[in-house]
């Protein structure tokens, strides 16, 4: 028992460390700037605050150590609120949220940026090339072996051979996802 208890505790702190593990979220700018160093795909998980299943993808997927380790090594990964009040640059262009309303609860102005990647629904996670042109953008709540099939497919740039249907359905099948849940 004494025996159990020491090693219980002797590994605490590497259960504390697994439990802080987290994505190095950053913002579409600190991105951009990072692309001209070292070019990588872009998982941006556009998101509001009063959105439940944008808040259920941070806790469950974004928080699990599959998907972590995947994105951190493989991709630049942005956090972007689609409300977000201030101006932003992106690909030389600026895109505001000209109907926000500082100190509004709830809903607020849906920021250009947002619309201009596609977004129609939260959360949307947009995926980026290494020139930020636009892959895909892909709605809703996704579990982390969900969100897997689509990591992979966008980073493998597999996504450039499947052009029908008939093809992304035979991606699906034949996909042995390996996160836990």
Same mark, same amino acid.
């Given at each position: 028992?004494?025996?159990?208890?020491?090693?219980?505790?002797?590994?605490?702190?590497?259960?504390?460390?697994?439990?802080?593990?987290?994505?190095?979220?950053?913002?579409?700018?600190?991105?951009?700037?990072?692309?001209?160093?070292?070019?990588?795909?872009?998982?941006?998980?556009?998101?509001?605050?009063?959105?439940?299943?944008?808040?259920?993808?941070?806790?469950?997927?974004?928080?699990?150590?599959?998907?972590? *380790?995947?994105?951190?090594? %493989?991709? $630049?990964?942005?956090?972007?609120?689609? /409300?977000?009040?201030? +101006?932003? !640059?992106?690909?030389?262009?600026?895109?505001?949220?000209?109907?926000?309303?500082?100190?509004?609860?709830?809903?607020?102005?849906?920021?250009?940026?947002?619309?201009?990647?596609?977004?129609?629904?939260?959360?949307?996670?947009?995926?980026?090339?290494?020139?930020?042109?636009?892959?895909?953008?892909?709605?809703?709540?996704?579990?982390?072996?969900?969100?897997?099939?689509?990591? *992979?497919?966008?980073?493998? %740039?597999? $996504?450039?051979?499947?052009?029908?249907? /008939?093809?992304?359905? +035979?991606? !699906?099948?034949?996909?042995?996802?390996?996160?836990?849940?």
């Amino acid at each position: 028992m004494l025996r159990t208890l020491l090693l219980f505790i002797a590994l605490l702190p590497v259960f504390a460390k697994a439990q802080e593990a987290s994505i190095n979220w950053m913002t579409i700018e600190e991105a951009q700037e990072a692309q001209k160093k070292n070019p990588k795909k872009i998982m941006m998980d556009v998101y509001t605050k009063w959105c439940g299943p944008c808040k259920m993808l941070d806790a469950r997927t974004f928080h699990n150590p599959d998907v972590v *380790k995947y994105v951190n090594e %493989n991709y $630049y990964a942005v956090k972007f609120d689609a /409300e977000h009040p201030a +101006a932003i !640059q992106f690909k030389g262009q600026t895109f505001s949220n000209p109907n926000y309303v500082p100190g509004k609860t709830g809903r607020n102005g849906v920021h250009e940026l947002s619309r201009h990647l596609g977004v129609g629904a939260y959360p949307t996670i947009i995926f980026l090339d290494e020139d930020l042109n636009l892959i895909a953008p892909i709605t809703g709540f996704k579990s982390a072996q969900q969100l897997e099939l689509y990591l *992979k497919f966008f980073y493998s %740039n597999e $996504y450039k051979n499947v052009k029908t249907r /008939e093809e992304w359905q +035979a991606y !699906q099948e034949a996909f042995k996802p390996e996160f836990s849940e």
